[in-house]
């Protein structure tokens, strides 16, 4: 049995590209599930743990191929998953992690054009077998997301790629969505703030009535 069946905390994620406001979400989707009763921890990739966080910086400020990101990615996700994720699980909490693994095979796979074959063994190898048991991806054109960055940040390195390359990231997002529809669920990112929390207030709703943990 893999480790994944044996966990009774539940593993949400949240993925989109930069600007798609998946992140100004996370606080309200943390209350709605504290309100069920759960014990949440939230948290973040690349990141999570210091040598994660470490890890982190380096791949969003410093140049490198993409290959080299993968591996600083998955090695970060490594710790994290050890030293954060898999605990809290196995203690029955609900980990609400902004960003996983989708995000690697939509911003390096799709949109560096590396090849998702080296990233699925490397998936296999980090995660042996855990997967998030819903991912909510916040769906929005790149020319708004690009919009939205620039009125609040200045740019890494991977918000200062083009249009193209976010279009690319979005198209390796539907091919993950497109691949574990029952894990997968998107909200159109486009809409308003509320409109939005109406869309994923609503999944987590049908994905768990009243809180359900089952």
Not at 4 to 21: N, Q
Not at 56 to 66: G, N, Y
């Amino acid at each position: 049995m893999k480790a994944a069946d044996t966990c009774p905390g539940r593993f949400i994620t949240l993925e989109g590209i930069d600007g798609a406001g998946k992140s100004s979400h996370l606080a309200a989707i943390q209350a709605w599930l504290q309100a069920q009763g759960h014990a949440v921890l939230t948290t973040r990739e690349p990141g999570g743990t210091p040598l994660a966080e470490t890890l982190r910086e380096l791949v969003l400020h410093q140049p490198m191929d993409a290959l080299t990101e993968a591996l600083l990615v998955f090695a970060a996700r490594r710790d994290h998953l050890q030293q954060v994720i898999t605990p809290a699980l196995a203690r029955g909490d609900w980990v609400l992690c902004d960003r996983f693994t989708d995000a690697t095979f939509a911003y390096q796979g799709a949109g560096r054009g590396f090849d998702t074959a080296v990233l699925g063994q490397l998936e296999r190898w980090v995660q042996q077998g855990r997967q998030p048991d819903m991912t909510i991806w916040f769906d929005a054109p790149a020319a708004t997301a690009a919009m939205r960055r620039a009125a609040v940040r200045e740019p890494d390195r991977f918000e200062a790629q083009d249009e193209s390359f976010f279009q690319r990231v979005t198209a390796g997002y539907a091919a993950r969505a497109a691949g574990d529809t029952q894990r997968f669920v998107r909200v159109d990112a486009a809409l308003g703030r509320d409109a939005v929390w109406q869309q994923v207030q609503a999944a987590l709703r049908a994905r768990w009535p009243g809180g359900d943990s089952t």
